[in-house]
Nanobody, 120 residues
Framework: VQLQASGGGLVQAGGSLRLSCVAN????????MTWYREAPGKSREWVAD???????NYKDSVKGRFTIYRDYAANTFDLQMNDLRPEDAAVYYC???????????????WGKGTLVTVSS
């Protein structure tokens, strides 16, 4: 299974972008769909996720500004990003994990990333 992330671009501070991630194969057994980001010189960090039950979780700094959506029928999940700030600039990666052997997920897939640039 391959994930394709898209939707990145250049936006002014205060603007919005919507990222999308599409899986090209079966993701049966999915337990979570997650967005991460990696800014230059920094480690990759978790941004938001949505579980198979539909529960959403957000990094504190994006709460109230970012919303994660999923479309099971289309094997996609999106990240709507509003009120973007310069500190949100990063390469955003999507991840899907699933399976469960009692210790945690047994598989995961990563997209190649999409660049978000925010000008001040």
């Amino acid at each position: 299974v391959q994930l394709q992330a898209s939707g990145g671009g250049l936006v002014q501070a205060g603007g919005s972008l919507r990222l999308s991630c599409v899986a090209n194969g079966s993701i049966d057994g999915m337990t979570a769909m997650t967005w991460y980001r990696e800014a230059p010189g920094k480690s990759r960090e978790w941004v938001a996720d949505i579980t198979s039950y539909g529960k959403t979780n957000y990094k504190d700094s994006v709460k109230g500004r970012f919303t994660i959506y999923r479309d099971y029928a289309a094997n996609t999940f999106d990240l709507q990003m509003n009120d973007l700030r310069p500190e949100d600039a990063a390469v955003y990666y999507c991840n899907i994990e699933g399976g469960d052997d009692g210790l945690g997920p047994t598989w995961d897939y990563w997209g190649k990333g999409t660049l978000v640039t925010v000008s001040s």
